[in-house]
């Protein structure tokens, strides 16, 4: 069964610093996605990362992807308060395609 | 272009009355699944299709039917609901030939 754990579950967050989001995935995995949803709304796609090494960026985001450590993070370079939100990482199984698995989310507060 | 069309927003139900969500996407798309999402716990699947006349179930099926007659639309079918189906539900659709999975916005579902 593919787990897919996120941590830390709530970060709070001061403007101006820099944080990691960790997604640990418990099998081999084809592709790996990163959303963000805010409150009472649909899930809004950031990075989608494809193979062994990937990395993309987006603004003060950065996504990576290590499928031999199974480990994806996200990195948020000198947060600021438009960056509050849930974040969620997503795992599609190489043998299940169009199955996500997600982690639990975390949830970002950023404050001044 | 609509992408992936939720119907209704929002919707209250007495326990055992029965209902259907509606889904629709017009991206040609070959798989559509519905997710529940619950506070703490991610999204989980509920049931998911590769094709038009092929559903399959995900995590979370018991309680709930699918069909899929067209390639567009994919409904999601409470047979007699229960308020541990208190909810908001998203359906997203993609491709083999897309990076990106499609969420619809949502609909929350509430049983009292």
């Known amino acids: 069964e593919l787990k897919v754990e996120q941590n830390p579950l709530f970060l709070s967050m001061q403007e101006g610093k820099n944080y990691t989001i960790y997604c640990n995935y418990s099998t081999t995995s084809d592709r790996l996605y990163w959303y963000r949803q805010d409150p009472g709304k649909s899930l809004e796609s950031l990075f989608v990362l494809l193979s062994n090494g990937a990395v993309k960026q987006e603004g003060r985001l950065m996504a990576s992807l290590d499928t031999k450590a199974r480990l994806s993070t996200l990195h948020i370079t000198a947060a600021v308060h438009d960056l509050s939100a849930t974040y969620f990482c997503?795992?599609?199984?190489?043998?299940?395609?169009?199955?996500?698995?997600f982690g639990a989310g975390t949830q970002v507060v950023v404050t001044p | 272009n609509a992408g992936v069309t939720q119907t209704p927003k929002f919707q209250v139900l007495k326990t055992g009355q029965s209902m259907t969500l509606q889904c629709a996407q017009d991206?040609?798309?070959?798989?559509m699944s519905w997710y529940r999402q619950d506070p703490g716990m991610g999204l989980r699947l509920i049931h998911y299709?590769?094709?038009?006349?092929?559903?399959d179930q995900g995590e979370v099926p018991n309680g709930y039917n699918v069909s899929r007659s067209t390639t567009e639309d994919f409904p999601l079918r409470l047979l007699s609901a229960a308020p541990s189906q208190t909810s908001v539900y998203f359906c997203?659709?993609?491709?083999?030939?897309?990076?990106?999975?499609?969420f619809g916005q949502g609909t929350r579902l509430t049983v009292v």
């Open positions: 991206m040609n798309h070959e798989y």
């Open positions: 299709s590769v094709g038009a006349g092929i559903t």
């Open positions: 997203a659709s993609g491709s083999r030939d897309t990076t990106e999975a499609f």
């Open positions: 997503a795992v599609d199984p190489t043998d299940s395609w169009g199955k996500l698995q």
